[in-house]
């Protein structure tokens, strides 16, 4: 019996990668600001900075793309693609995005119908906070303080803390929430899943309320696998029919379809039965993302979502998927590395406050790390710490991150266990020498989601 389960698929086309020398990674790192965003991926020999769009598509996803209908309105697409998002969640309205980001800024402004409202999620991730922040509200995090204890077993990391969501409802005032967020898996806290019963709960919070519940699903499907595996009733359920049960438990559901949607761009607008929401932001898409049969999307690109859907709730894929994470992370975590534990759904976060605690959070360490397994490896991680979490909007104080992590995202259906050995060997060679490890500070920072084009210089 293997530890880890086989591919459940074989390669059919490759793409050359190349490994540049050592002296170059500092000297294209320099160039780039010491932000991994601003490299160019032919420097990158391992790219895991996102699995947004990164991934490989099937033979089927390819030949679904000469199926596109092109019409600019009521192409054939859309409705091939509509079919399957009914069918998946139970919803009646759908409309594509270009990505997810492009269907929160349809969405969320439409939900802020006063000044000083507030959104509600387990944790809120950036570009979602980036949203809730431009149409005029605030973001506030409600996670189970259990996500912070890094080494600590629990199943459902992700989850709302249930007291303390009722008591920010009561602090703030009902009528002040414009909507609770719940995000699954939850991204920030480590693609740490979210359980059925936490659901179940936040939803019987919100009705009580009469507060609207939006599910955050990039990464649904990988969700639906966890309750699967760990929550009690739901181990002989379908990943689809879990998958339901949380649709069931929400009015509106936002994705960025280019996790498990499996495709290379795309979002998805799905709202239950709202028809005044809809229309609301039928009205809005148009200006922003496009026609609402097409959304900022090619046809090609809508019919390879709706194969990519289907494939992305196949069991055996999902199994793969997730212990290529835990396959990562058990290595690291056996080398001493510290980690979120247990291993989420599609990437290890390093904790890198714990690997580099000589670096005040303002120096952002998680970033630091980062810049340091790049030269050690060619290896392109992303930050998720205080960093990515910013200033705070109104008095542009750096924010503390609750945990200093370095995500290590595994694109889908893209890299070999292999591939994921060396990754864990770099990175313990810059853990065995993280006292040399310098913070850094800016020489530029954009006003909004400033990471992903801030420049930096090492702290001396």
């Known amino acids: 019996m293997h530890k880890y389960p086989i591919p459940p698929y074989k390669i059919k086309m490759v793409e050359p990668i190349k490994m540049i020398s050592r002296e170059e990674r500092v000297k294209k790192l320099e160039e780039a600001g010491y932000n991994p965003f601003k490299l160019r991926s032919e420097d990158v020999f391992i790219d895991l900075l996102t699995d947004s769009g990164t991934g490989a598509m099937s033979h089927f996803q390819w030949s679904a793309l000469m199926m596109g209908d092109e019409a600019y309105a009521g192409s054939r697409s859309f409705y091939r693609l509509e079919k399957v ?26 939900l802020v119908t006063k000044e ?80 059925i019963e936490n ?72 709202i239950k039965d709202n028809e005044e929401l809809f229309q609301k932001c039928q009205t809005n898409i148009v200006p922003k993302e496009g026609f609402p049969t097409y959304g900022g999307l090619a046809g090609r690109d809508m019919d390879a979502l709706a194969v990519g859907l289907e494939e992305a709730l196949d069991e055996q894929y999902l199994a793969y998927r997730i212990d290529e994470v835990k396959y990562l992370g058990d290595l690291l975590k056996e080398a001493g590395v510290p980690i979120q534990y247990p291993t989420g759904g599609h990437a290890v976060f390093v904790d890198c406050g714990a690997i580099a605690p000589h670096i005040p959070y303002d120096q952002f360490p998680a970033q630091a790390v980062s810049n340091a397994l790049y030269i050690e490896g060619g290896i392109r991680p992303v930050e998720i710490g205080s ?46 020498n993280r006292e040399s490890i310098k913070g850094l500070e800016f020489t530029y920072e954009s006003p909004l989601l400033r990471h992903f084009t801030a420049k930096f210089k090492p702290v001396e």
């Open 387 to 432: 960093l990515l979490l910013g200033r705070d909007p109104d008095t542009h104080e750096n924010l503390k991150a609750d945990k200093e992590f370095m995500r290590l995202t595994i694109p889908r259906r893209t890299y070999t266990l292999e591939h994921l050995r060396y990754v864990a060997e770099s990175l313990i060679k810059v853990y065995n």
């Open 85 to 110: 998002v009914k069918n998946i969640t139970g919803y009646k309205y759908v409309m594509p995005a270009h990505q997810g980001r492009g269907a929160e800024q349809v969405v969320i402004p439409e």
């Open 199 to 270: 659901m179940t709960s936040v939803n019987k919070i919100a009705k009580k309320y009469d507060i609207p519940v939006i599910i955050d699903g990039a990464r649904y499907a990988e969700n639906a696998y966890f309750v699967k595996q760990r929550e009690k009733g739901y181990e002989n359920k379908t990943i689809r029919e879990i998958a339901k049960v949380a649709f069931d438990l929400a009015d509106i559901f936002l994705m960025s379809a280019k996790k498990d949607g499996l495709v290379n761009i795309g979002g998805i607008i799905a």
């Open 116 to 195: 000083h409202m507030y959104f509600i999620s387990n944790i809120h991730f950036d570009t979602t906070r980036a949203h809730v922040e431009i149409a005029g509200a605030r973001a506030i995090d409600c996670v189970i303080k259990e996500c912070f204890d890094l080494d600590e077993y629990h199943p459902f990391k992700g989850n709302f803390d249930l007291e303390k969501l009722e008591e920010i409802i009561l602090e703030k005032g009902k009528e002040n929430i414009a909507g609770i967020i719940m995000t699954i898996t939850n991204n920030s806290a480590g693609g740490q899943p979210v359980s």
